[in-house]
């Protein structure tokens, strides 16, 4: 299983459907947007994650999309990253249980 920062599996789990980035910056526990940035830019690196579209034109994004406005796109989560989540939810009911 790959590394992740407790940010990293918050965002994993926010990722059910495509989200746009404010709406994943409001969701996380993180005050400062550009450590949710940066975590963001990690996860599709990883193949976590991916851009989905650009929330102005609606326009669906293919490979290229421009990281410096991260802030203008939707994000979902990759198969990679769907696996993760999976293991996630499956890690935190484990410790539910046996709590």
Do not use: W
Not at 44 to 57: F, N, T
């Amino acid at each position: 299983m790959e590394e992740l920062s407790d940010l990293g599996k918050e965002i994993i789990l926010l990722l059910v459907f495509e989200e746009a980035f404010d709406n994943i910056m409001a969701e996380t526990k993180e005050p400062n947007k550009h450590a949710v940035k940066d975590e963001l830019r990690s996860l599709i690196v990883k193949d976590l994650a991916k851009p989905a579209g650009e929330i102005e034109s609606g326009l669906r994004q293919s490979f290229i999309y421009d990281s410096d406005r991260m802030f203008e796109y939707t994000y979902c989560l990759t198969a990679k990253g769907y696996q993760m989540m999976e293991i996630l939810i499956q890690k935190k009911n484990h410790r539910f249980k046996n709590n």
